[in-house]
């Protein structure tokens, strides 16, 4: 394989040490790489006025694959406050890098997968039908469609009056809303494309099949929300039926996945949701796997990927002395990435090595301890960020 460059976007806090660790980590794992550095988060936006630089997306337009931190994010008001004086005044408004980058690429694949690795003290365990403690093998891929619904941006409060008129064709917003005066409503939109929802759809199908999942489970609530979550299901039921004869289609309600998640979480394989109900279920599976510290991502776009560990910078831990949080998120994150390199063989030694350090348990970051994430954790047994990357390294 020949050598890689990969765009390095450290962000902020935590993002930083986390990445840097990983870094190391392929290195010794053999991944021939060059890294160039793209500025993203925080301090961009307080010297620049703009937390992700055009050069950044031109890093990424150029190489293509970027392997991201994390960024620390405020509301509006307090991003202001903080934006150096010489830009006040500009009318500046702050918001998310990693939104914007999934927007700009139109990163509208979003992967995460959530499996058990044995030995995770952090694992979820149930009670069994006889009473013993039964703790079952998570092996989920939830595909979350990155870019459209509820999280595509398009909302009012006190909506224009076009939209207003727009609305009141519509019998139901006459009936539930006719009444309420327009300066008191506010709107925010859910609306899928058939395109990209065809394109979530196939990666998951896609998927399902690669990997040898026996099922696709379709999570939304097309009972209800008729015209999107609808739209989905049919268009499943019709891919499903043209190319994946072989791939059970399953349709659940998100509420109710919700409570199965953690009644039978074996039971599902491949799971596929729209932007905010995939942005749930995969909050929910990722805590029966151990939660931040093991959540990873990746962002697939037609041209450009990034990938992500789930959590965000933490900006409580980023000044401590020695590190504490856990890099395994980041890490799967970047095995995520050596996969869509083709480099799956350096990823399945990272993941067995990983595996060793979790299953023998000598090496425990301060999470997998359920210790409070006090900066004394590592004089009281917890590894560290870097001892953990190190007891990882050794098992390769
Ligand atoms: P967070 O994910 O940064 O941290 C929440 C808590 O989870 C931490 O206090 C810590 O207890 C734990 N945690 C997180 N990562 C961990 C790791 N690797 N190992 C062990 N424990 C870990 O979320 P929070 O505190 O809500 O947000 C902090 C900042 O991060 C905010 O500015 C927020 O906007 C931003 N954020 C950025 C994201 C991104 O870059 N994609 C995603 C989520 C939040
Ligand atoms: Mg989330």
Redesign the pocket.
């Known amino acids: 394989m020949q050598k890689q460059t990969i765009v390095a976007l450290p962000?902020d806090?935590?993002?930083r040490v986390?990445l840097e660790e990983t870094i190391r980590v392929l290195d010794h794992a053999g991944f021939d790489a060059e890294y160039v550095e793209g500025d993203i988060g925080w301090e961009f936006w307080k010297k620049e006025g703009n937390p992700l630089p055009d050069r950044t997306i031109a890093l990424l337009e150029q190489y293509r694959t970027g392997l991201?931190g994390?960024?620390?994010?405020?509301p509006k008001d307090a991003a202001s406050e903080e934006l150096d004086p010489s830009l006040t005044g500009r009318g500046l408004i702050y918001s998310?890098p990693?939104v914007g980058l999934r927007q700009h690429f139109n990163l509208d694949v979003c992967i995460r997968p959530c499996h058990t690795y044995r030995g995770n003290p952090l694992n979820f365990i149930r009670r069994g039908a006889g009473g013993a403690i039964e703790e079952p093998e998570v092996d989920v891929v939830i595909f979350r469609q990155n870019t459209e619904g509820l999280y595509g941006g398009v909302e009012w409060t006190n909506p224009p009056e076009i939209v207003y008129k727009g609305l009141s064709t519509h019998p139901k917003f006459v009936k539930n809303f006719g009444h309420v005066p327009v300066e008191e409503l506010s709107v925010s939109t859910r609306i899928f494309s058939r395109k990209a929802t065809g394109r979530i759809l196939r990666a998951a199908f896609e998927h399902a099949r690669k990997f040898g999942y026996k099922s696709v489970t379709v999570c939304e609530k097309p009972n209800v929300i008729r015209e999107t979550s609808g739209m989905m299901y049919k268009l499943a039921q019709e891919i499903q039926a043209a190319d994946f004869a072989e791939i059970e289609l399953w349709n659940t309600n998100i509420d109710a996945q919700m409570m199965w998640l953690t009644k039978n979480p074996e039971k599902y394989g491949v799971i596929v949701a729209g932007n905010m109900f995939g942005d749930i279920v995969s909050d929910g599976f990722a805590g029966l796997i151990g939660?931040?510290?093991f959540a990873c991502s990746a962002n697939l776009g037609e041209k450009v990927a990034v990938f992500?560990?789930?959590?965000?910078?933490?900006?409580?831990?980023a000044n401590y002395p020695v590190s504490i949080?856990?890099?395994i998120?980041?890490l799967e994150s970047a095995c995520m990435m050596l996969d869509h390199l083709n480099a799956g063989g350096i990823a399945e030694r990272i993941r067995n090595a990983i595996a060793d350090v979790i299953l023998e348990g000598k090496v425990r970051?301060?999470?997998m301890m359920k210790m409070a994430?006090t900066a004394d954790v590592v004089n009281k047994g917890a590894a560290s960020t870097r001892q953990m990357a190190d007891a990882i390294i050794a098992k390769l």
Request: aromatic share 8%; hydrophobic share 30%; proline share 9%.
């Open positions: 962000g806090g935590i993002g986390v991201f994390a960024i620390t994010s405020k998310s990693i939660g931040l510290g992500e560990p789930t959590h965000g910078s933490a900006p409580k831990y949080v856990n890099p998120a980041m970051t301060y999470d994430g």
